[in-house]
């Protein structure tokens, strides 16, 4: 009976793990339609930060009689300040930037060349080592994004949108191994509350200086299911289900079940913005997804999850 109940749950954390892989990947589709109806990058995050926010601060209130909820360490302090300027400022922004300049199918391909920096990083700042699965999963990831951008650097034309996502993928591998290096308070969410709520802060003042007009959206008559749609099934669900389901889930699990992103990226490309998926595009996902398996099962070895879901939010200790 204790095996059956055991098997139950492992089913159904996986399903919540899917769920949160697709849900993720919707966060595109979701941008493009909101694009086209005024939504700026910026905008957009910040959106997705107050609802976000909202929901982590409610959750935080009902657990605030917890013992050792708030006792953080200077450490933790340094690592959550860091990884709030890494992972809840520059990598969200260079993502919706470049999202608004190249098909959402592109950046869902480009996004998911992550576990290679967050290998190098790894080398780099906490004394790992390559292995034959990182190397050749490293390969597989080189080969399917160089297969992807091919015929731009032929002609020398690399799009800045190109460019932007790969920022972007650089600075959330780097905010994955400082969450690493530096963090070690044991309530997870009680650092996210703590970073969303730091890059609330920044994106508003950015957004009331740079561009205060944006303000105007959240009051403006618009598309309700978009508006609600993006922040709630394209981040906060897939926070709830990814890190509810690494409570049940081996970390190994959760970096094979990552693979199946970029596909799930992809066909929702193809079914609500109807972009057309390429030769070249099929090629490049097929490269990408070996490259994933193969990474994802090492550097979970090492506790850590190389594609997170949501960009503010942590990594599994």
Same mark, same amino acid.
């Given at each position: 009976m204790f095996l059956r109940s055991s098997e139950h749950n492992r089913h159904? $954390?996986? #399903? =919540?793990?899917?769920? $949160?892989?697709?849900?993720?990947? =919707?966060?595109? +589709?979701f941008s493009k339609l909101l694009y086209a109806q005024g939504w700026t990058p910026v905008s957009l995050y910040f959106l997705a930060l107050l609802v976000v926010t909202v929901f982590l601060g409610i959750h935080e209130f009902l657990e605030w009689a917890e013992q050792g909820r708030w006792d953080m360490a200077r450490s933790d302090? &340094?690592?959550t300040l860091l990884t709030t300027v890494t992972g809840g400022v520059m990598?969200?922004?260079?993502?919706?930037?470049g999202l608004e300049l190249v098909q959402a199918s592109d950046? %869902?391909?480009?996004?998911?060349? #992550? @576990?290679?920096? #967050? %290998?190098?990083?790894?080398?780099?700042?906490?004394? *790992? &080592?390559f292995n034959k699965a990182t190397i050749i999963g490293g390969s597989f990831l080189i080969a399917g994004l160089g297969v992807l951008i091919w015929t731009d650097v032929w002609n020398a034309t690399f799009t800045i949108g190109s460019m932007y996502l790969l920022g972007a993928s650089i600075t959330s591998a780097l905010t994955? /191994?400082?969450?690493?290096?530096?963090?070690?308070?044991?309530? !997870?969410?009680? /650092? +996210?509350? +703590? &970073?969303? =709520?730091? =890059?609330?802060? /920044?994106?508003?003042?950015?957004?009331?200086?740079?561009? @205060?007009?944006s303000f105007g959206l959240f009051i403006a008559p618009q598309n309700v299911l978009l508006v609600f749609g993006f922040p709630l099934i394209g981040v906060l669900l897939p926070f709830f289900f990814?890190?509810? $389901?690494? &409570?049940t889930l081996k970390a190994m699990d959760v970096g094979l079940v990552s693979g199946?992103? @970029? !596909?799930?990226g992809m066909l929702l490309a193809a079914t609500?913005?109807? *972009?057309? !998926?390429? @030769?070249?595009?099929?090629?490049s996902l097929i490269c990408i997804i070996l490259g994933i398996l193969n990474i994802n099962v090492p550097l979970t070895k090492w506790r850590i999850v190389p594609s997170r879901l949501v960009g503010m939010g942590p990594l599994r200790k």
């Open positions: 159904i $954390a996986l #399903t =919540s793990l899917l769920l $949160a892989v697709v849900f993720s990947n =919707s966060q595109p +589709v302090i &340094r690592g990598s969200p922004i260079l993502y919706f930037t950046a %869902v391909l480009i996004a998911s060349f #992550t @576990p290679v920096f #967050t %290998v190098l990083f790894a080398v780099m700042m906490l004394g *790992e &080592r994955t /191994i400082l969450h690493k290096k530096y963090v070690t308070h044991r309530h !997870i969410d009680s /650092i +996210v509350f +703590v &970073r969303t =709520s730091l =890059s609330l802060l /920044i994106i508003g003042l950015w957004v009331a200086i740079a561009e @205060p007009q990814f890190f509810g $389901a690494l &409570r199946i992103g @970029p !596909i799930a609500f913005l109807k *972009e057309q !998926i390429a @030769p070249v595009q099929v090629i």
